[in-house]
């Protein structure tokens, strides 16, 4: 199986910075996409940004230009960048790893969601 968790979180106040780290580790046979996802209080899941394996990387339009997203394909880790952080960008902040173990004696790939780091940015 794969475990994710991530870390980093916490409280800033409106124009600061944070950086979000996510770890996937366990039988990992390889991944591809790894992401961030948040959800607000009374809103759904939303994605934030996604990065492929080649670096390719994808962006709400809400957080583009202040957000950037890297991996370190060796540590199985990516990272999220937070820069100029609104009050609106408070949320539960989720790493997910798109991820291929061996289940028996098969590979499988398999949507692997982290527990969530709070990010609350203050006004």
């Known amino acids: 199986q794969v475990q994710v968790v991530e870390s980093g979180g916490g409280l800033v106040q409106a124009g600061g910075s944070l950086r979000l780290s996510c770890a996937a580790s366990?039988?990992?046979?390889?991944?591809?996409?790894m992401g961030w996802y948040r959800q607000a209080p009374g809103k759904q899941r939303e994605l934030v940004a996604t990065?492929?394996?080649?670096?390719?990387?994808n962006y709400a339009d809400s957080v583009k230009g202040r957000f950037t997203i890297s991996r370190d394909n060796v540590k199985n880790t990516t990272y999220l960048q937070m820069n100029s952080l609104k009050p609106e960008d408070t949320a539960v902040y989720y790493c997910?790893?798109?991820?291929?173990?061996?289940?028996?004696?098969?590979?499988?790939?398999?949507?692997?969601w982290g527990q969530g780091t709070q990010v609350t940015v203050s006004s």
């Open positions: 366990g039988i990992i046979l390889s991944i591809n996409a």
């Open positions: 990065i492929t394996g080649n670096g390719n990387a």
């Open positions: 997910n790893a798109d991820a291929a173990t061996v289940i028996g004696d098969t590979g499988i790939w398999g949507d692997y």
